[in-house]
């Protein structure tokens, strides 16, 4: 099953245990409703307007593959999700984001002594902490780090499957970090030393590769086709948030906003700039986010929702619309979404 699928699936029975079942139903029509795959029309050609641009990107089937992508310029680079754990920004306020995509996790110990912090036992299920989804400044799982705030404080990294390290920010400043990072049991150590790079969003980090790579400057690309953690505020029985990796579209932080809004239909092409002033754009990174396709949990079958138009604002002020129209390539694996896009001014 793929993710959403399985999110269906899971929340279906935990609702189950709270409303009743014809209102289970009732939530769950999206996920199961059968749909005929959209044909991708011509589109209209108007002198003076911006071409309407066509594109297909591939994920995988697993959707190992993240996307950097140019709305100008097409596909930027690729890389695999799972080659980083964590990302610190680049900027004069220090911050620690988690790969949410590989189910990233952390828990502050409340200790400076790296040797004493051997194992993640006694550790609550609802102490870990992770990022909000929307990427905006102070949202992230430790929120901004100075010297009263998780610095020099040991940290259990939960790197998804079982895989536990330990990570000590000994220092952030104005031009880089300084870290410690091992294996969870192990006393000692490794020091290593971050240079932040203002051409680049963060400066990548792995447990097992150290520094890493997988993002191109920040000048080079609008949107990101990845895996990603959303929060289901408050759907825990006991009221708590369900955290759920999904795949789906993150904007570039820099300089970049983004709207959508699942309650509008519109035509993709006669969608104007009247229609758009009802948007509203923001910063949040997860405003395209993952519900332009939904899934029928009993076939598996994706069907995307191309009367859901979405705007992006880019870093040189161009607005543009984009829908899209398919997540299957031409031999009918999934993880291909396909998307048409213009420029509106």
């Known amino acids: 099953m793929g993710i959403i699928t399985e999110f269906c699936a899971t929340m279906k029975r935990i609702l189950s245990f709270l409303i009743p079942a014809a209102v289970t139903t009732l939530l769950f029509s999206s996920c199961m409703k059968k749909e005929t795959p959209y044909p991708v029309p011509t589109a209209p050609e108007t002198e003076g307007e911006f071409k309407v641009l066509n594109n297909q990107v591939k994920v995988g089937e697993n959707y190992e593959t993240q996307i950097y992508f140019s709305l100008t310029n097409g596909p930027v680079s690729t890389s695999n999700y799972k080659s980083w754990d964590i990302s610190l920004t680049t900027d004069a306020e220090s911050e620690l984001w988690m790969n949410g995509g590989k189910s990233v996790q952390i828990y502050p110990t409340g200790s400076t002594n790296y ?131 999904v795949n789906g579209v993150l904007t570039n932080p820099y300089k970049t906003k983004s709207a959508g809004d699942s309650l509008k239909s519109y035509d993709f092409y006669t969608f104007s700039l009247e229609d758009a002033e009802t948007y509203n754009i923001r910063a949040d990174r997860d405003a395209i986010g993952y519900n332009w396709k939904s899934v029928n949990i009993n076939t598996g079958q994706y069907t995307v929702k191309p009367r859901s138009i979405y705007l992006i604002e880019d870093q040189n002020g161009a607005l543009w619309k984009l829908h899209f129209v398919n997540f299957y390539d031409a031999d009918g694996k999934k993880g291909s979404p396909q998307f048409e896009y213009q420029r509106m001014k």
């Open 115 to 245: 040797a004493g912090i051997v194992s993640k036992s006694g550790i609550p299920s609802n102490a870990w902490k992770v990022d909000y989804p929307t990427g905006a400044k102070g949202k992230s799982g430790l929120g901004i780090l100075t010297g009263q705030n998780h610095i020099g404080e040991v940290l259990v990294v939960d790197c998804g499957e079982n895989i536990f390290y330990k990570l000590q920010i000994l220092e952030a400043t104005a031009t880089g970090y300084k870290i410690k990072a091992g294996p969870l049991e192990a006393t000692v150590g490794s020091e290593t030393n971050l240079v932040k790079n203002e051409d680049y969003n963060f400066v990548y980090f792995s447990f097992t590769a150290g520094v890493v790579t997988p993002e191109p400057p920040k000048k080079d690309w609008d949107i990101l086709f990845t895996r990603y953690r959303t929060l289901y505020y408050g759907y825990n029985p006991d009221g708590s948030d369900f955290p759920y990796p």
